[in-house]
C-alpha cells in the first residue's frame, strides 16, 4: 500500500535535499562568520535554488491564510500578508548547532522601514546580473537563505510537526534553543516555531 501523492511533504523532501548540498559544502568551506563572503558556482546554485523554494513555500502559506495573491506576487507581495496575518514570523530564529550560528533571515523585515531581506537581493543578483554579482552567491546569503527557506516550511507545515508527520529531521537547521544529542520526536524540531501569530 502506498501513501497517498497528496500527504508526501514535497517542499519539505525539497528542503532536505538542498540541506544535504549545503553539508556538502561544509567539508570544504568551515561555516563560520570569517568566510562569509565565500562565494562560488555550486553556492550560486544553492542561493537561486533555495530562494525558488522559498518563493513557492510562501505562495502556500499566503495561500493557506486565505489572502488572494496578484498574478506575479513578489517578496514585498509576501511580506505585507505575513506581517499582518502572522507578526512573529520575522523575528523566528534559527540555529545550526553544528557551527554555533544562530541566524534571523528574515530581520529586515523588522527595521523601522521594512525592506527586502539581504540574501534575497543577493539572489536577485546572481539571477538577473550574475556576470557582475557572482560575488552574492556567498555562504552568508546561502545560510540566510535556506534558515528563511526552514522558516517558512516550519509555518506551512507547522500542523505536521505538531502530529509527528515530517520526518525525517533536518541535519543542520533547527530551533532556537535546540542542541541535540538526545532522541526526540520527528516534531520536536518545530516546537519553538507553533506560534507564529
Not at 516550519?154 to 532556537?176: D, M, N, Q, T, W
Request: glycine fraction near 6%.
Amino acid at each position: 500500500m502506498s501513501i497517498p501523492q497528496s500527504e508526501v511533504p514535497k517542499h519539505w523532501n525539497y528542503f532536505l535535499m538542498l540541506e544535504n548540498d549545503l553539508a556538502q559544502i561544509a567539508r570544504y568551506i568551515e561555516f563560520h562568520e570569517d568566510n562569509y563572503e565565500t562565494y562560488s558556482l555550486e553556492l550560486s546554485r544553492l542561493l537561486v535554488s533555495a530562494c525558488g523554494e522559498v518563493d513557492a513555500a510562501m505562495k502556500q502559506i499566503c495561500s493557506s491564510l486565505g489572502k488572494k495573491l496578484p498574478a506575479n506576487p513578489n517578496i514585498e507581495t509576501y511580506r505585507e500578508v505575513v506581517s499582518e496575518l502572522l507578526p512573529k514570523f520575522a523575528s523566528k530564529e534559527v540555529s545550526i548547532p553544528r557551527f554555533g550560528l544562530m541566524l534571523t533571515p528574515w530581520s529586515n523585515w523588522l527595521d523601522d522601514e521594512p525592506k527586502r531581506p539581504n540574501w534575497w537581493k543577493g539572489h536577485n543578483g546572481i539571477k538577473h546580473s550574475r556576470h557582475t554579482e557572482f560575488q552574492e552567491g556567498n555562504l552568508k546569503n546561502v545560510l540566510n537563505a535556506m534558515g528563511a527557506l526552514y522558516i517558512a516550511l516550519a509555518c506551512f507545515y507547522s500542523r505536521r510537526g505538531e502530529e509527528h508527520r515530517l520526518p525525517p529531521v533536518p541535519s543542520l537547521y533547527f530551533p532556537k534553543g535546540f542542541y541535540g544529542g538526545e532522541t526526540f520526536a520527528a516534531g520536536f524540531f518545530f516546537y519553538n516555531f507553533i506560534d507564529f501569530h
